[in-house]
């Protein structure tokens, strides 16, 4: 019902750069929140970036300074643009969104496949 298909991942060296895009679709009404997550072996899904419908975006401090996030409402996407990565940047992320399917329903989060995001050293 509702879709979000992640791209961007990969491999890239310590200091380089990648950038993430996802994009919803699907039976939506509203979305509200849009914003990344990120799972590396052995831990906690952890809150990486998220970005209001108004445009405000809150970093984790782990990325600040390295990370932006930003959001098209009208394509109803979000994209995080990831610079000077580092190792401990390597873990699966995963697109995640607020939505409304229709005026009266309840928001409920819905989640990407997660793209893979290997950095070397």
């Known amino acids: 019902q509702v879709r979000l298909v992640e791209s961007g991942g990969g491999l890239v060296q310590a200091g380089g750069s990648l950038r993430l895009s996802c994009a919803a679709s699907?039976?939506?009404?509203?979305?509200?929140?849009m914003g990344w997550y990120r799972q590396a072996p052995g831990k906690q899904r952890e809150l990486v970036a998220a970005?209001?419908?108004?445009?405000?975006?809150s970093l984790a401090d782990s990325v600040k300074g390295r990370f932006t996030a930003s959001r098209d409402n009208a394509q109803r996407m979000v994209t995080l643009q990831m610079n000077s990565l580092k190792p401990e940047d390597t873990a699966v992320y995963y697109c995640?969104?607020?939505?409304?399917?229709?005026?009266?329903?309840?928001?409920?989060?819905?989640w990407g496949q997660g793209t893979q995001v290997t950095v070397s050293s």
């Open positions: 970005v209001t419908s108004g445009g405000s975006t």
């Open positions: 699907g039976r939506i009404f509203r979305i509200n929140d």
């Open positions: 995640n969104a607020d939505v409304k399917m229709s005026y009266d329903s309840r928001w409920t989060p819905y």
